[in-house]
């Protein structure tokens, strides 16, 4: 990879050519005045790059790029592939992307092409492949950003639905293959010939579902991948390659996608104001803004998941984020604590959308650093001084390494599974399509509330080591909803548990196999000898039901918690149980059980705990040591990581208007003010505050 500036970049997405009157040079200098180290350019105008078919405009960025340059200011380009100019959909229409067979998106917003169309490649590579030529030599350039945000359509184009049968016909090797394998005896769904394949518009089997999410994935992954390698070509060694990833778009496995390029690179947006308070109260929210602060972190901790390694952001909010009636800025210090929390996760870059805000177009209210009358605020007042603190701390905070008490599994091929087929009901009856999310985030949001920090692995990076190495390193390892899992993954997760990891099981892990068939075996598959249990139905719950601990059992319940949307029901062999539902009915089933196998131990949780049950699950099996960095307030965050260099650095967050203190532990250093500060010392952390700390040797280095 190559290598990036020793600092974490500071800085935003900034479109001079949609600014309503020249002013380049005003622009940069209130760049210069709030700290900026980069900016990201080029991006999201093809039409501005080539006007005409084959006519191109390359030097209107130089003046962009030569001002950046001389003020210090480094620049991300990105490729225009994501948003076609007029003049290409008039010429070739069947590169618009079909939602449903023979039903085009058309065109007005972005991303409507089918981007597998050969006609559309054709005039990618040619546009990627002049501006990154015309440009590659420029001093100020450091790295790439290809395409944005790629992922956005399922393609039903006929084209594209062809490639499939190709696809499906090159894995599978034989309709009797496929047959046997996707179950297409059932409803007489069975093939005679390729040509039977049908459409996937009305398509109800899951296991053709299944395989045609993973197809989409692929193309995405080959797209991005294809302009990677062409930018490449013309690369110089010092500059890095990525794109940025919007982490709900549907065809996205982020990672595979990751490995074609050199660092990820994320877009993590988030509700501000009470969104991010603590104590949280607030309900689980879907779509590409997260709620909660635990989902801030969750979000950091997706995307070091990619390549397990420090990661850049993209975009993060600047002001108001999202349509014309959502509109809320943050609080006073919620940009320094949302930064900070993204770079105490291994964030080496913290860019903003955008530097000024838009006066037309679909985003006219998605709020920039630069407010409309362009004239600096309180918004760039406040990032200036969070540039600042960044500048001070320098490669101390750059691509920390973050703790992690418990490490999560997080399927792409589940999530797309139980889209298809939910197990979970919304309000309103519907089946949820983020039934695999619901799951996953309440073991997520059970760790954060329970103080612990947490670490995602995608089974493609889990399964590659070793169970007794991965048993060492990360001791406690959640597979909760891993409904599509081979047979050697699931003997993986046994071992795991008899080397000596304490593995935590959810509901539906270990009912699928890797073509999201039920299996077979007594459930949950190759675990439930040593879980000590085995279960045969199950039942959603109309309600959460109350939860509590038997006489003796290790749990420690808080009042109110509670099992929701779903129970197990659980048949104890010889495993202790650790929680009963209050029900008339469901008492007879154990809400939670443990049991000791080999040198470690298996805990099952047989429904969707809330955050009560879940934080008191995750506080048992992940038994920090009381080394006095706990939150000492219900509105404090406290997290860990490791500086390059080896130093142990602290962040202390406080997530309210009431100020709180924390007494520390052991001797620190404050970052950003160089002040030492003897153990013992009670810090006062004002209202949406944050503090960096380094741990200093009792030698006092």
């Known amino acids: 990879m190559p290598k990036l500036p020793g600092r974490v970049l500071f800085g935003a997405a900034y479109y001079h050519e949609y600014q309503p009157s020249p002013r380049l040079e005003k622009d940069l200098d209130l760049m210069r005045e709030a700290h900026f180290s980069v900016i990201r350019v080029g991006e999201s105008v093809w039409s501005t790059w080539e006007p005409e078919d084959g006519v191109f405009d390359l030097e209107w960025l130089r003046p962009v790029l030569d001002g950046a ?42 991303q409507e092409m089918d981007y597998t169309h050969p006609a559309f490649l054709f005039h990618a590579e040619r546009v990627i492949r ?34 499939f049968v190709d696809h499906v016909r090159r894995t599978y090797g034989s309709v009797e293959e496929i047959n046997e394998r996707w179950g297409l005896t059932y409803w007489s769904h069975r093939l005679s010939t390729w040509a039977d394949l049908w459409t996937p518009d009305a398509n109800g089997q899951p296991q053709y579902d299944l395989a045609w999410r993973r197809f989409q994935a692929s193309l995405t992954t080959d797209f991005i991948g294809w302009q990677a390698d062409i930018v490449r070509e013309y690369a110089r060694e010092d500059q890095f390659v990525t794109t940025c990833i919007a982490y709900s778009r549907p065809t996205v496995r982020d990672d595979d996608l990751t490995r074609r390029l050199d660092v990820t690179a994320g877009n ?6 009470d969104g ?47 349509p014309s009636f959502v509109n809320e800025p943050a ?22 959308w955008h530097w000024h805000t838009l006066h037309y177009g679909t985003e006219t209210y998605w709020g920039g650093i630069l407010p409309h009358s362009q004239e600096p605020g309180r918004v760039h007042r406040q990032l200036a001084a969070l540039g600042a603190e960044l500048e001070r701390a320098g490669e101390l905070v750059a691509g920390l390494t973050p703790d992690a008490d418990v490490a999560l599994v997080y399927s792409a091929d589940t999530k797309w599974a139980m889209e298809h087929q939910p197990i979970l009901r919304t309000a309103d009856g519907r089946g949820d399509k983020r039934s695999y999310h619901a799951v996953f985030d309440a073991f997520y949001r059970g760790a954060f509330d329970a103080g612990l920090q947490s670490g995602i692995v995608h089974p493609s990076q889990l399964f590659a080591e070793d169970p007794g190495t991965f048993a060492a390193r990360r001791p406690v390892l959640v597979a909760a909803g891993l409904l599509v899992a081979g047979d050697d993954e699931l003997r993986w997760l046994e071992a795991y548990a008899a080397a000596g990891g304490h593995l935590v099981l959810g509901i539906r892990t ?28 199950f039942s959603t719950l109309e309600r959460p039901l109350p939860v509590l601990a038997p006489d003796g059992s290790p749990l420690r319940l808080p009042e109110g918690a509670r099992g929701t949307g779903w129970a197990d029901g659980v048949q104890v062999a010889d495993a202790e149980i650790l929680a009963l539902y209050e029900h008339p009915h469901f008492c007879r089933w154990p809400a939670v059980t443990s049991r000791e196998h080999g040198a470690g131990r298996v805990t099952y949780v047989g429904t ?18 009381d080394d006095g960095w706990r939150p000492a307030a219900e509105t404090q965050t406290v997290t ?36 030492p500060l003897p153990a013992e010392t009670e810090l006062t952390l004002g209202p949406w505050d944050v503090r960096i700390l380094a741990e200093r040797s009792p030698a006092g280095a």
């Open 510 to 537: 270990g009912y699928g196999d890797e073509e999201v068939r039920a299996r077979t075996e007594a459930k949950p598959a190759f675990l439930s000898e040593a879980a000590g249990l085995f279960y045969d139905e």
């Open 608 to 625: 969707v705990p809330d955050a009560a049950l879940a934080s008191a699950v995750l506080r048992w099996a992940a038994p920090v040591a």
């Open 268 to 273: 993590p947006y988030y509700r501000m104001q």
């Open 130 to 163: 002049r501006i990154v030529a015309h440009y590659a030599g420029h001093p100020a350039v450091i790295g790439y950003q290809v395409d944005n945000e790629p992922g956005i359509e399922l393609f039903h184009n006929r084209g594209v639905f062809q490639r």
């Open 640 to 675: 860990g990581a490791t500086a390059a260099n080896g130093t142990r650095l602290r962040f202390l967050h406080n997530w309210a208007w009431l100020p709180s203190t924390f007494r520390l532990p052991v001797p620190c250093r404050d970052v950003l003010t160089g002040t």
């Open 331 to 352: 609080y006073d210090g919620q940009w320094r604590q949302a930064a900070w929390a993204l770079v105490s996760r291994g964030a080496r870059m913290i860019e903003y």
């Open 69 to 110: 340059h001389e003020r210090g200011i480094a620049v991300v380009l990105g490729t225009p592939t994501y948003a076609l100019p007029p003049w290409l959909a008039r010429a070739y229409p069947e590169i618009n992307a079909d939602r449903r067979t023979g039903q085009p998106v058309g065109w007005g917003v972005r």
């Open 276 to 322: 991010l308070a603590l104590p949280d109260t607030a309900p689980a929210s879907g779509g590409w803004a997260s709620t909660g602060t635990w989902a801030l972190f969750q979000a950091a901790d997706r995307m070091y998941s990619s390549r397990q390694e420090p990661f850049l952001v993209t975009e993060t909010n600047a002001q108001a984020i999202g």
